[in-house]
């Protein structure tokens, strides 16, 4: 009787035994690490939204923007804005900022000139031609 019961726990050890082995493989085939999943490529810029940045370009007037920084060199030139939000942003000509949907017209060594459009009480098409300066 006691060689029966030995059998009968040695069969349902051998029996768990192997269903813990295959539970085990079968997580360890389903598992792959793959490094630049989980962090980001040092070497990339951060993902920035655009809309974010259009939206907060164009929220306030030109005369509430500071300019702050010129970086000029190899590329295009571009320049750093300070926002009333204290948010600083990076533009370059061509880029949309203010109110009135101007544009980044021209960037020079010490000033940024921004085209803005608007129509006059006569209802014709005007544009504006407004320049930040940087401070000293």
Do not use: W
Request: charged share 30%.
């Amino acid at each position: 009787m006691n060689l029966k019961r030995c059998l009968a726990a040695c069969f349902v050890l051998v029996a768990l035994l192997s269903a813990v082995q295959t539970h085990a493989q079968a997580r360890i085939e389903d598992f792959t690490f793959n490094p630049l999943e989980v962090k980001r490529d040092p070497f990339s810029p951060p993902e920035v939204t655009v809309s974010e940045q259009v939206d907060e370009l164009r929220k306030f007037d030109l005369f509430e923007m500071k300019l702050v920084a010129i970086m000029t060199g190899l590329g295009a030139a571009k320049a750093m804005l300070v926002l009333p939000s204290g948010k600083t942003h990076i533009v370059q000509e061509g880029d949309r900022l203010g109110r009135n949907s101007g544009y980044v017209m021209k960037i020079s060594a010490k000033e940024l000139t921004v085209v803005e459009s608007f129509k006059d009480f006569r209802g014709r098409e005007k544009k504006s031609y407004e320049k930040l300066t940087l401070d000293k």
